[in-house]
């Protein structure tokens, strides 16, 4: 069983930055592909930045690319999300999740993820 908590979230003006964390708990951290995706109101869930468990292979959405960063420390069992030049559309329920990392690639779908936090909510004004 893996526990996350999601904290960083808040308020940002357009073109600001945030850093989101993400703590798990166990000692099989280091072993999870982990995840983050996001939630807008009146939206589905999507994905946006996903890491390997070894941390030798990171994906992002098109929409994120180059303004995110997905990190990890399996030292301190904590995944990171820094996010730059946020957007209005940016808005939204951001999530951190883990996979068992069956796959040799690096998990996108939701249904890839085992575990989940509740969220934390990053709002992005104009």
């Known amino acids: 069983q893996v526990q996350l908590v999601e904290s960083g979230g808040g308020l940002v003006q357009a073109g600001g930055s945030l850093r989101l964390s993400c703590a798990a708990s166990g000692r099989t951290f280091s072993s999870y592909d982990m995840g983050w995706f996001r939630q807008a109101p009146g939206k589905e869930r999507e994905f946006v930045a996903a890491i390997k468990w070894s941390g030798g292979s990171t994906v992002y959405a098109d929409s994120v690319k180059g303004r995110f960063t997905i990190s990890r420390d399996n030292a301190k069992n904590t995944v990171y999300l820094q996010m730059n030049s946020l957007k209005p559309e940016d808005t939204a329920v951001f999530y951190c999740?883990?996979?068992?990392?069956?796959?040799?690639?690096?998990?996108?779908?939701?249904?890839?993820?085992?575990?989940w936090g509740k969220g934390t909510q990053v709002t992005v004004s104009s």
């Open positions: 999740a883990a996979g068992r990392g069956l796959s040799p690639m690096v998990p996108r779908r939701t249904y890839e993820y085992d575990y």
